[in-house]
C-alpha cells in the first residue's frame, strides 16, 4: 500500500511540476486541485447527518401520469436545459422541466425505429440526439421522437456525451483489449483512446459500471480497484483524487466457485460481505457523494455512503446510508442524481412517500417549517399509489 501510494505521489509530483513550468495555462482552475480522500478512516467515524446540515429546501416535482407514459422502476434519470428524460425498463420518457408529460421516445419491441429493453441512455440537447442501448438493439433518436437509425454496436457499455461534438464511452478491462475509455465523435469515430494498464480481473461475478459522471462541463472517472479519480480534459487524463480504499475492496480476483450447494455458496459470501465496491460517484461545488455497494449476497447486500466535504477535506460516512430528512418530515434522503451543481434528486415511488405520510412516524416527525411539512401532507395525499414516480429535489446551500 505504501509503495501504491509512493508511486502516485511521484507520478502526482511529475504531472503538477510539469503544468506549473510548461502547461500552467492550459490547466482549466476547476480541476488545478488534487485532494486525498481517506475512505478507511472516515468508514470508522460513522455519523447521523441531516438534510439542514448540507442543503437549506427540499422540494418535490411530481412526474404527470397518463395512459401512455405509467412508469414502473426508473433506472435514469438525465436533466437537460429544458427536459428531464426518465428511464424504466421498457420505455424512456421525455418530460418539461417541471415534469410535464411530452412524449415516449421510441417503442419497446425488434422493428424498425423499436428498441429492446433499456440498458442505458443518453441525450444530447444542442446536438438534437438521444442514444437508446438496449438489450439487442441500438437506436438513435431525434428530440421529438423521431427515429433517426440504428446502430450496429457501441465501442463501450457505459456512455455520455462530454459536449455538443463528442462522446464518452467505458467498457470493463479485457486484458486481450485494453482500452476502457474511448470518446468519440457523434458519428463513433474514435477521436482518443485510453488504455487501463490494471490486469484483467478474474472476478466471475457480474460489476456495475465504473463512476461516469459530468460536473460543471468536465467529465470525471474512476475505474474499479484503481485509487484515483480523474478528470478528462482535452482528451488528457488528470487526477482528481485520491482514495485510500484499498484495504476495503473485494479482492479482484475473488471468484465464486459453483459446488451446487446453497450451504457452499452462502459461505463463498460470508468470506466478502463486508468488502466494497464503488457504486457511484457525485460531486457538487462543495461536496463528493461517494457510494459504495457492500457484499454481494442479494439478501444481505448494502450500502455503504460517505460525504467528502473539499472546502475542509473532511470524510464521513452517513449512519445508515442516508441524510436525515429534518426540514420536511419525509422520506430520508441519498442523491441518486444531480440536476444541475446545485440541486440533487432522488426519485421516490408514489407509493412509498404516501404510506411514510400516513405513517405514525411523519405524524411525530419535526421539521424546521411547519409550512413545509403541511405541503409534503398535501401532495401526498393528492396522488395515487399507481401514479408516477415522485422527484425529491434537494438544494444546497450557497
Known sequence: MI??????????FIITGCQSSIDKETVDPIIDNIYFLDIISS?????????SDIASEVSYLPL?????NLIQEIQKVVFTENFIFVADENGLYQFTDRGGFIRQIGSLGRGPGEHSTIMNFAVNEKADIVIVQGTYSIVEYDLEGNYVKNIRRLPGQEFEFIDQDRIVFYKANNINSPVNLIITSLDLEPVRKFYNLNPKAATNYSLSGAPLYNFK???YFKEH???????????????????????LLQDKNFEIKSSGSVPDLVSQLEKVENKLMTDNILESER?????????????????VRVLFDKDNSIACCLNNGEFINDIDGGLD???????????????????????????PEFAASVSEDTSM??????????????DNPVLMMVKLKE
Open 225 to 247: 480497484w484503481n485509487d484515483t479519480l480523474f478528470c478528462i480534459q482535452d482528451s488528457v487524463l488528470i487526477p482528481h483524487i485520491i482514495f485510500n480504499e484499498s484495504e
Open 217 to 219: 462541463d468536465h467529465l
Open 3 to 12: 509503495k501504491e501510494l509512493c508511486f502516485y505521489w511521484v507520478i502526482l
Open 43 to 51: 468508514i470508522d467515524n460513522k455519523t447521523n447527518l441531516k438534510i
Open 333 to 359: 434522503f441519498y442523491p441518486q442524481q444531480i440536476a444541475d451543481s446545485r440541486v440533487l434528486v432522488q426519485w421516490l415511488t408514489a407509493y412509498s412517500l404516501k404510506a411514510h405520510i400516513a405513517s
Open 287 to 303: 461536496f463528493v457523494f461517494i457510494s459504495y455497494s457492500q457484499g454481494i449476497n442479494p439478501r444481505t447486500h448494502r450500502y
Open 64 to 68: 404527470e401520469t397518463t395512459e401512455d
Open 373 to 386: 411539512k403541511n405541503k409534503l401532507e398535501i401532495l401526498g395525499n393528492s396522488l395515487k399509489d399507481t
